[in-house]
């Protein structure tokens, strides 16, 4: 069964930092691009960052660039986002999505973990 399950989110101070991390379980981590995707209330979700299944290259959403960091472990099935500097616009619940590298419909999500930047 495949399952993806984020950690790590919780209540954070302006200018704070906080590490995501997305446990992948039921399938080859190393055979899929990995992603985060956040959604705050009333936007439509967006990409936050995504890393290529062997680590080579990431790419970020424009608000994101410099202040996050997308990394992987696929001998440990684990993808992180450090985040710092985070911002009250920051505050969404965050999703790891996993999309196979070559068969696109083998697309999965996570329950996403909540992240709210606030004083």
């Known amino acids: 069964q495949v399952q993806l399950v984020e950690s790590g989110g919780g209540l954070v101070q302006p200018g704070g930092s906080l590490r995501l991390s997305c446990a992948a379980s039921?399938?080859?981590?190393?055979?899929?691009?990995m992603s985060w995707y956040r959604q705050a209330p009333g936007k439509e979700r967006e990409l936050v960052a995504r890393?290529?299944?062997?680590?080579?290259?990431?790419n970020y959403g424009d608000s994101m660039m410099g202040r996050f960091t997308i990394s992987r472990d696929n001998a440990q099935n684990m993808v992180y986002l450090q985040m710092n500097s985070l911002k009250p616009e920051d505050t969404a619940n965050y999703y790891c999505?996993?999309?196979?590298?070559?068969?696109?419909?083998?697309?999965?999500w996570g329950e996403g973990t909540l992240v709210t930047v606030s004083s």
């Open positions: 890393i290529t299944n062997t680590g080579g290259s990431t």
């Open positions: 999505n996993a999309v196979h590298t070559v068969i696109r419909d083998m697309n999965y």
């Open positions: 039921g399938f080859t981590l190393s055979w899929y691009h």
